[in-house]
């Protein structure tokens, strides 16, 4: 149990408070579903007082959620206490988050008061709280910017009142990693009863160091970490979930933590909370960015070929990926060529790889990055879709603000040309219902994913998509200076990829 670390998730509440992340219910309770799987120990629902809708999401997360502890936050009013108490009425496993600020400069200028009635309020917050639940977590507000001694004081007096889990937030990103593991170890060496409750951890990123402060109040005493998924929350985020956990998970053999994350979900965890929130997660993010497990340059890229731990200190299955990835640009070396090359079926000599390789450079320096279709190009096979059953002949598209968005498409299939017309909800949706009707088939667009391969107004767009039919799912991609035209060939082929 000295080991164990609790991982108390706030994103549906402190990340939720990112510009633009507001989530409704439904959403919420397929977040907290997702949170659930991952592992989590303890879900913060949100702020129930806040609002209507906020109450409501924490009821409906209450009732589904049998796993982890499910939090509501609250200020250390009694309205607010008895609002949680409510929200709470179904969970499982309840608890109230309550507290309020405790360094001198939200003493002095948020509640124009003094330490002393700041105490009693504290205190009394507590024991009230405690009237509805057993499980009473305190925060200490700005306790990053805090004096210690005060800070210590208060948390002495909170577990006395009943507390379970005393929070030492950063609020504010203000402390350096050792300033900030100083200042949980004073509390362990100088709150007598510290014993009787857990060390919690919440860190906000201001100064970029949220991660590394988290790590420290953990190695001086913390058991509770508080996270958000990708890292998201109010100004520059909080502490992410992801790096905490992978941190702990790699360097197990420097200290030896535990936690009930099953960090395959990881992966599938971020990817939900982006797209449902609307955030998009940094290419450069640690863990779950798009390059996390992408090598380009030539030297990184024979070191990981020839054994993925050269350059990969977590095995990229691990947090639920299925493998690295070899992007090909003008840093790339023979090996990857050749690597790439063999994954789409060419078998080549030195000789033949020298050769190629020249002309791969000098398309590399012209576009930033080559792609699979451009390695068909360079082997002499122009038209990469030779060995493709469907093929794009023509497309042509009506759309605008006073038409109905309209798409003409001709295919080759089997060699034979086929034509028709969809309408849709935009353009590109209208190339996919035309594209159906050609072939008398209905599939479901599962994924999209449009970006610029290159800059400027002539940019080459890429575009992404994954296609079910039926039990059947592929994922497709095609590039084209038109997005239309790049996402349908992307749509064909991927139906090309199920048929």
């Known amino acids: 149990m000295k080991n164990k670390i609790f991982v108390f998730d706030t994103t549906l509440r402190d990340g939720e408070q990112s510009p633009g992340a507001k989530l409704n219910t439904s959403q919420k309770v397929e977040l907290a579903r997702q949170l659930e799987k991952l592992g989590v120990d303890i879900i913060e629902a949100g702020f129930p007082i806040s609002s209507p809708g906020d109450f409501e999401s924490i009821v409906a997360v209450s009732k589904i959620v049998r796993n982890c502890t499910v939090c509501g936050l609250t200020r250390a ?17 309840p608890r109230i988050h309550t507290g309020i600020g405790v360094s001198d400069v939200h003493i002095k200028y948020k509640f124009k ?20 639940v057993s499980d009473v977590e305190f925060y200490a507000e700005d306790a990053g910017r805090a004096d210690n ?12 009142a009943g507390a379970t889990v005393v929070n030492i937030p950063d609020t504010t990103g203000y402390c350096f990693p050792e300033e900030f593991g100083q200042k949980i170890k004073y509390i362990t060496k100088n709150v007598p009863n510290i014993d009787k409750a857990i060390i919690s951890v919440h860190c ?21 970490v508080e996270v958000t998924m990708n890292g998201i929350g109010e100004r520059a985020g909080n502490t992410s979930l992801e790096e905490v956990i992978m941190a ?69 299955r691990a947090v639920g990926l299925t493998s690295s990835k070899i992007i090909l640009t003008a840093r790339s070396g023979r090996a ?18 020298n050769s190629v390789y020249k002309e791969f450079l000098k398309l590399a320096d012209i576009k930033k990055e080559i792609y699979d279709e451009d390695l068909y190009y360079l082997m002499g096979q122009k038209d990469e879709t030779n060995h493709k059953k469907i093929k794009l002949v023509l497309i042509q598209t009506i759309s605008g603000n006073k038409n109905i968005p309209t798409s003409t498409v001709r295919l ?84 090309n990829k199920i048929h």
């Open 77 to 93: 009013i009694k309205e607010d206490i008895e609002c949680a108490a409510k929200a709470l009425k179904y969970a499982q496993s």
């Open 113 to 132: 008061s003094n330490r002393k009635d700041i105490l009693e309020r504290a205190i009394e917050a507590v024991r009230y709280a405690k009237k509805f």
């Open 149 to 160: 001694k005060f800070l210590s004081e208060m948390i002495m007096k909170v577990i006395t």
């Open 204 to 224: 906000h990123n201001d100064l970029g160091v949220a991660t590394a402060n988290t790590l420290f109040g953990v190695f001086n005493g913390a058991r509770q």
């Open 248 to 316: 702990l998970y790699t360097r197990r053999d420097y200290l030896s933590y535990t936690t009930r994350i099953k960090t395959g979900e990881i992966y599938k965890t971020s990817q939900m909370v982006s797209q449902i929130m609307g955030i998009p997660v940094q290419p450069n993010k640690a863990i779950i960015g798009a390059n996390a497990f992408s090598h380009s340059s030539g030297i990184h890229q024979d070191g990981v070929l020839k054994r993925r731990e050269n350059y990969e200190i977590i095995d990229p």
């Open 336 to 353: 990857a060529l050749r690597h790439k090359l063999e994954k789409i079926g060419f078998d080549l000599t030195q000789d033949k790889l």
């Open 412 to 495: 080759s299939v089997d060699g034979k040309n086929k034509e028709a017309t969809g309408t849709g909800d935009g353009p590109i949706d209208a190339s996919f219902n035309a594209i159906d009707t050609c072939l008398g088939q209905n599939h479901k667009l599962t994924q999209f994913l449009i970006q610029a391969a290159t800059i400027g107004s002539n940019a080459m767009a890429k575009v992404y998509v994954g296609v079910q039919n039926g039990k059947k799912e592929s994922f497709g991609s095609g590039i084209h200076t038109d997005t239309i035209v790049a996402a349908a060939m992307a749509y064909i082929d991927a139906v």
